[in-house]
């Protein structure tokens, strides 16, 4: 099925820290869990901590795992201990560099790619495409931070592509049905936006953004 006759908007909750927050995450129906491998993220986990987080995943829940900027070596440092499902790769990797992770880590990823002003997008997804990135994720651009910036670029500018393109930045309860409605987005990923503070998820918060997937996803398919 291709992304543009889709019936359901997928949605992962990043930057999960805690296992009430994985708890939350399942029980409002999410189909994927982040978690950041990225020391300088406020919402980075270790691994220690990942395996105790993955203990109460059930089967169907992916665990995606996000890296910035590190080696093959070091990804399947982390494979060899959290069996994560998917690799976002969310910083400067070239589409070279990402082959060679997949390689070596025998793992399906894709990349995150920050849409700055004058970037040609389009282009720019192409390369990772033809690279074997299983999707794109496109997520507003900011000058020092890799994601959770609580910004958003204009989503009227989202392309129509034949890869599954993923939505982020600034992604909130409120807006969620109107980021789908706009983008057509194979899949939508949050992290601040269902925060009480950095690293904390809110249940509640949780719980409005997938009731807003599940009605942007419906009106969608009107």
Not at 30 to 50: E, L, M, N
Not at 147 to 153: A, E, K, L, N, V
Not at 171 to 179: E, M, R, S, Y
Not at 190 to 209: M, P, T, W, Y
Request: charged fraction near 20%.
């Amino acid at each position: 099925m291709s992304p543009s006759n889709q019936k359901r908007t997928r949605a992962k909750i990043c930057g999960i820290t805690r296992i009430q927050d994985v708890q939350a995450v399942v029980a409002a129906g999410a189909d994927a869990i982040g978690f950041v491998f990225f020391p300088p993220s406020p919402r980075h986990v270790t691994v220690a901590q990942v395996q105790e987080l993955a203990k109460v995943i059930p089967p169907y829940v992916q665990m995606v795992g996000l890296f910035v900027n590190a080696s093959a070596t070091e990804i399947q440092d982390v494979l060899d201990c959290v069996p994560l499902d998917v690799l976002q790769l969310h910083g400067d990797e070239t589409p070279e560099q990402c082959q060679e992770i997949a390689r070596h880590c025998k793992r399906r990823w894709y990349k995150a790619i920050q849409v700055k002003p004058d970037l040609d997008v389009i282009a720019e997804i192409q390369k990772y495409q033809a690279a074997g990135a299983s999707a794109v994720l496109l997520d507003a651009w900011h000058p020092e931070l890799k994601g959770g910036t609580g910004h958003q670029f204009d989503w009227s500018k989202f392309p129509k592509l034949d890869i599954p393109l993923i939505l982020a930045g600034g992604l909130t309860p409120d807006n969620v049905i109107d980021a789908i409605h706009t983008t057509g987005a194979f899949a939508v990923d949050v992290s601040g936006g269902v925060e009480s503070a950095k690293g904390i998820k809110d249940q509640q918060l949780i719980e409005r953004f997938m009731q807003g997937v599940q009605r942007g996803s419906a009106k969608q398919c009107d």
